[in-house]
């Protein structure tokens, strides 16, 4: 589906080639009233002429000036982050469109709609409509002279019949953009749920090796050894017997075949011991398909090689996590950049354990909580934890917002 910000760029890209057609038309001597605004209503007053170069050169650059205001702010909006100081960013878009023409303040009433959040995009559209009328009173355009003679529409029918089209015109931009605005919201969340799918299908992925090498190994070990071993005692039997016989050269072989089962028995322990020794979980795969899975923000990463080496709870735990505090910070915090840090603490002292420990840091660049209440998802986060015998501590909640998880590398 269409970003809500392109189909405004595109709007407002039809305007300017609609205000420069009819701009063109007024400097080559024909009458257009291309601009009918507050400029042009106060230079009318003034004693000017509605196809005065002046005018019309001046309010086509406060075209071109507002065209840009509302593009970057579109752009800004495509992005589905937060744009910064929005409300005060559109008022000046919409004094620009108030000074030039009635119809452009409908497009920043979309605009509007889609970068505000509902209850604010509301009353922006409910002031565009007071504006409107406001301006309407105040600096009336000329009416039109009927060939059959004045108007008999009574004066409060032609206001209410105002009011009514401006609250439609209104009503209609600001629910299109709130349309708008709520498939982009759940084309946000469709994103973040298929990137922490991703991730966890990385990591089920590892632990499903995991699980496969830890069953080589136990078979290799319960089949292999156990017959070797077996043999090693055939073997030191027959050597007692032969030795029995004084058959010295008999006993001779059949000792170094004892020597050699004896030692692969051992080079098949060893094997097992050391396959059993890296039987651990690389979390970095899961953690980079996670940030390439969610295009809203950047989300940088930085792990260090011994926080690669992770057992699989202690990898599950920290994933999920990671997951809960990114799509915070999407969700709640509105962050444009989340860094997340992993590194190892070989001598971490929790609680009355010393041993290493892996350190998770998730820092973003949101809007914070300057009022911190816990909800579901830190509460969960800081129970994982506890049960791996670690914890979670929220070390920054203005500006942005940082929290920080530590743990012991296996469980």
């Not at 080639?17 to 042009?40: I, K, N, P, Q």
């Not at 089962?261 to 980079?288: E, K, N, P």
């Not at 506890?386 to 590398?409: N, S």
């Amino acid at each position: 589906m269409t970003q809500p910000g392109v189909v405004l760029r595109i709007a407002v890209l039809s305007v300017c080639l609609l205000e420069l057609t009819a701009t063109v038309a007024s400097l080559l001597g024909y009458r257009s009233d291309a601009f009918d605004g507050v400029v042009a209503a106060i230079y009318l007053r003034m004693g000017g002429s509605s196809n005065d170069r002046l005018l019309v050169l001046s309010c086509f650059f406060l075209v071109l000036l507002f065209a840009w205001a509302f593009w970057r702010l579109a752009v800004i909006s495509s992005t589905e982050q937060a744009p910064r100081a929005a409300l005060s960013r559109l008022i000046l878009i919409d004094l620009l469109a108030i000074c030039v023409t009635p119809g452009l303040p409908f497009l920043v009433t979309a605009l509007a709609a889609v970068v505000l959040r509902a209850r604010a995009a509301f009353l922006f559209a409910l002031a565009q409509v007071a504006i409107s009328l406001l301006l309407n009173v105040l600096l009336p355009l000329p009416e039109p002279v009927a060939a059959n003679g004045p108007s008999n529409v009574p004066a409060w029918l032609d206001g209410l019949g105002l009011v009514m089209a401006m609250v439609a015109l209104h009503g209609m931009a600001f629910g299109l953009g709130r349309m708008a605005a709520a498939e982009a919201e759940k084309r946000r969340w469709l994103q973040v749920m298929l990137a922490e799918r991703l991730s966890a299908e990385q990591l089920q992925a590892e632990q499903l090796r995991y699980s496969e090498r830890t069953l080589m190994a136990r078979e290799l070990h319960d089949v292999v050894g156990h017959h070797l071993t077996a043999l090693n005692m055939q073997l030191q039997l027959g050597g007692a017997l032969l030795q029995r016989h004084k058959t010295e050269g008999a006993s001779q072989a059949v000792e170094k075949a004892r020597e050699c089962a004896a030692q692969l028995l051992a080079d098949v322990r060893a094997a097992v011991s050391q396959q059993r020794s890296s039987q651990r979980i690389d979390l970095s795969a899961a953690l980079h398909a996670l940030a390439e899975g969610i295009a809203l923000i950047r989300i940088e990463l930085d792990i260090a090689p011994g926080a690669r080496d992770l057992s699989p709870r202690v990898a599950h735990a920290l994933l999920r996590c990671v997951q809960e505090a990114v799509t915070n910070s999407v969700r709640h915090a509105q962050a444009s950049r989340v860094r997340i840090t992993l590194s190892v603490d070989e001598m971490a002292d929790i609680g009355a354990a010393m041993s290493p420990h892996i350190r998770v840091s998730i820092d973003d660049d949101g809007k914070g909580a300057p009022r911190l209440n816990p909800g579901n998802g830190l509460q969960g986060m800081a129970e994982r934890m506890a049960e791996l015998g670690g914890r979670m501590q929220v070390l920054r909640t203005h500006p942005g917002f940082k929290i920080e998880l530590c743990c012991p590398r296996t469980v």
